[in-house]
Nanobody, 122 residues
Framework: AQQLVESGGGSVQSGGSLRLSCAAS??????MGWFRQAPGKEREGVAM???????SHADSVLGRFTISRDNAKNTLYLQMNSLKPEDNGVYYC??????????????????WGQGTQVTVSS
């Protein structure tokens, strides 16, 4: 069965760092991404990466967060530096199994992880 399992969330003070991981199993994740949802807000895209390593980051995290992947391990990462209280939320890993060179955008993800909480205190 297709599965995405996240890890690495937690609590940190403003300015700190966290690294999220997401292990995929049961399929080939051509495009992978991270989303987040803050309380009372809609889920938003944070970053995405295609199977060849091409990346896109939301403006709100550009220069602070870096998405990467290890295809040999089918694992996705999100390195989060200079964290701010507005980065609070549940972070979700997502994947698109569609065989493609490029990610098709924020709406193309079909499989989702269970989410991991990130809490940044000021």
């Amino acid at each position: 069965a297709q599965q995405l399992v996240e890890s690495g969330g937690g609590s940190v003070q403003s300015g700190g760092s966290l690294r999220l991981s997401c292990a995929a199993s049961g399929f080939t994740p051509y495009c992978m991404g991270w989303f987040r949802q803050a309380p009372g807000k809609e889920r938003e895209g944070v970053a995405m990466i295609n199977i060849y390593g091409g990346t896109s980051h939301a403006d709100s995290v550009l220069g602070r967060f870096t998405i990467s992947r290890d295809n040999a391990k089918n694992t996705l990462y999100l390195q989060m530096n200079s964290l701010k209280p507005e980065d609070n939320g549940v972070y979700y890993c997502a994947a698109d199994p569609t065989r493609s060179t490029y990610c098709s955008g924020w709406s193309g993800f079909r499989y989702w992880g269970q989410g991991t909480q990130v809490t940044v205190s000021s």
